[in-house]
């Protein structure tokens, strides 16, 4: 009986043995799986070492950098599925909030916002002068900007030349012979040539020594330069009358947004004096003159003025909107990446993964803008988050292959020296290379000089005797 007691408990400590060595081993990973495992990871393919801090420098073997950092090898793929082609992480892209937008082909009418100022328009503009040397005896005009109709009264003048002439046109009035009729026509000449017009003449009155002048046209007294008993001389200006309907708007466009801009373009014009009011207006002319200051240039809008709602002085907002020019691929202007020396966007491909393009813009107006050359139409391009990869493509190498074909991935851009290992013993920082120590024994520390404790201090420059 003892004796199966004792084969019975060396057959239970058999089976937990084994069962113990069993565990032991499947928790254990075997060398020959090790050793298979590295074949494995040894046929990945190396395209560059790079260095973290400056990714756009790649160098063709391992060690360290000119910056000191130790290199990063670049694998065939992590380099997207085709040359120029960057695959991003499904993950990453939607954490940047990546947004995409399809490029399409139109016609880009160049619309441009500008502040303007209403002005009086010259081509109304008449100046009243003295045609002969005059006094003013009576100004019906006393102050500046009175309005005024054509034919009224202007001022009461005594012209000693003006009243010889009208004189004798009196005097020969109601003349019978051919012969007096004649020399009465010749005196109404006359009156015209010393500046007369006809409702100056029709207001002339017998023995009357003033002469009224009255207004040519409807308008405002923009200028008045003289007063009541100034004498003036022959050619001297007495005021100007201005027109209110139409009015000019002079607005100031820049140089590059000028493009598509001629006579008869069609003109929006606001002003805060009155909200909620709209008027329309054309281009008379784009004047030749740049401001050399501010690049711009003076655009002169004509403005119709029926209610003489619009007063010169006004600032206003120009909206102008220029002739459609050709059909070119348009794209928002955010998708643009420019770094000064060529334009890119990213186009999206699919299946997460991205390519920059090269493209040469041309106008952009209302958000959009043209393209000329790089894109057909049709493509898909980044317009949020196109940044970051855009420096992915940058650390891929996608951006040194932009418009060349055939360069292989894998070649570097140069090639640096390959790094000297430490010296045995050297006390260097992981990844850093350190300065070379001085050759020269260094001294103990004197009594005068501290150190921290588990810090070596640096050797001077040379030994003490």
Do not use: C
């Amino acid at each position: 009986m003892k004796r199966l007691f004792v084969f019975a408990g060396a057959l239970v400590a058999l089976v937990l043995a084994g069962f113990i060595g069993y565990w032991i081993a499947s928790r254990s990973k075997s060398p020959s799986s090790t050793a298979q495992s590295a074949p494995a990871s040894s046929e990945r393919k190396v395209l560059y070492w790079y260095d973290p801090m400056q990714p756009e420098t790649h160098y063709s073997h391992p060690g360290m950098s000119s910056m000191g950092m130790k290199l990063v090898p670049k694998y065939a793929e992590e380099s997207g599925t085709a040359a120029g082609v960057v695959k991003i992480n499904p993950e990453a892209l939607e954490n940047l909030g990546v947004r995409t937008a399809t490029v399409k082909v139109g016609r880009l009418a160049d619309s441009v916002s500008v502040p303007g100022r209403v002005a009086w328009n010259q081509d109304l503009a008449v100046t009243v002068s003295a045609r002969t040397a005059i006094t003013i005896e009576k100004l019906d005009v006393r102050a500046p900007f009175t309005q005024v109709k054509a034919g009224q009264p202007l001022a009461q003048v005594l012209a000693p030349e003006w009243s010889a002439a009208a004189n004798e046109y009196f005097a020969l009035t109601g003349a019978k012979s051919k012969y007096a009729r004649a020399l009465h026509e010749d005196a109404r000449m006359r009156l015209h040539a010393l500046g007369m017009d006809d409702a100056t003449i029709r207001g002339l009155r017998a023995g009357s020594g003033t002469i009224t002048l009255r207004a040519p046209a409807d308008g405002v007294v923009s200028a008045l330069d003289v007063r009541e008993g100034q004498q003036v001389n022959a050619g001297n200006p007495l005021m100007t009358i201005n027109g209110l309907d139409p009015v000019w708007v002079e607005a100031a466009v820049p140089q590059a947004q000028t493009a598509g801009i001629e006579a008869g373009t069609p003109v929006t014009v606001t002003v805060s004096a009155l909200p909620g009011e709209t008027f329309h207006g054309t281009v008379e002319a784009l004047l030749p003159d740049v401001d050399p200051t501010t690049r711009t240039q003076q655009t002169r809008i004509v403005l119709p003025n029926p209610k003489h709602e619009l007063a010169p002085g006004m600032f206003a907002e120009v909206a102008i909107t220029g002739a459609a020019g050709a059909a070119h691929p348009l794209v928002p202007v955010e998708a643009l990446i420019s770094d000064g020396i060529d334009t890119r966007v990213i186009e999206a491909l699919g299946n997460d993964s991205f390519k920059p393009v090269r493209v040469r813009t041309g106008r952009s107006s209302s958000g959009m803008t043209e393209i000329l050359a790089g894109l057909h139409g049709g493509e898909r391009v980044v317009t949020s988050g196109q940044f970051l990869i855009d420096s992915e493509a940058s650390l891929s190498g996608a951006l040194q292959r932009l418009g060349t074909s055939g360069e292989s991935p894998a070649k570097p851009e140069f090639s640096a020296p390959a790094p000297l290992p430490p010296a045995k013993g050297s006390n260097t920082m992981p990844g850093m290379a350190m300065p070379p120590a001085s050759s020269t024994k260094a001294s103990p520390p004197s009594s005068a000089s501290s150190s921290m404790s588990g810090m070596p201090m640096p050797a001077s420059s040379g030994a003490q005797p």
